[in-house]
């Protein structure tokens, strides 16, 4: 069974970074395309980014492009996201997924597997 667990989030100034760590396990992860998304209180879980399973293509969201970026490690079975230029409105649960598709997925229901999520809160 494959489980997904994010770690690094937490409270963080504006202007701020944070990267945000997923480790997946019980698959093969390689094989695997990966994205985040975020939920802020009150709105719909929205697409972040997303890397394909070798790592060489990626998508971001309008709303993170310039200032994220998704990156994964095949070896150690993790997918990360670095997150600088933080603002209040980047506060959210941050969820990572996996998704055996071929490609960068930026759609909800082209991941089969989700995490708990992490809490990441920006002060302005």
């Known amino acids: 069974q494959v489980q997904l667990v994010e770690s690094g989030g937490g409270l963080v100034q504006a202007g701020g970074s944070l990267r945000l760590s997923c480790a997946a396990s019980g698959c093969t992860f390689s094989s695997y395309a990966m994205g985040w998304f975020r939920q802020a209180p009150g709105k719909e879980r929205e697409f972040g980014c997303a890397?394909?399973?070798?790592?060489?293509?990626?998508s971001y969201g309008d709303s993170v492009k310039g200032r994220f970026t998704i990156s994964r490690d095949n070896a150690k079975n993790t997918v990360y996201l670095q997150m600088n230029s933080l603002q209040p409105e980047d506060t959210a649960v941050y969820y990572c997924?996996?998704?055996?598709?071929?490609?960068?997925?930026?759609?909800?229901?082209?991941?089969?597997?989700w995490g708990q999520g992490t809490q990441v809160t920006v002060s302005s």
């Open positions: 890397i394909n399973w070798t790592g060489g293509r990626t």
């Open positions: 997924a996996a998704s055996t598709r071929v490609g960068v997925l930026r759609a909800l229901y082209g991941y089969d597997y």
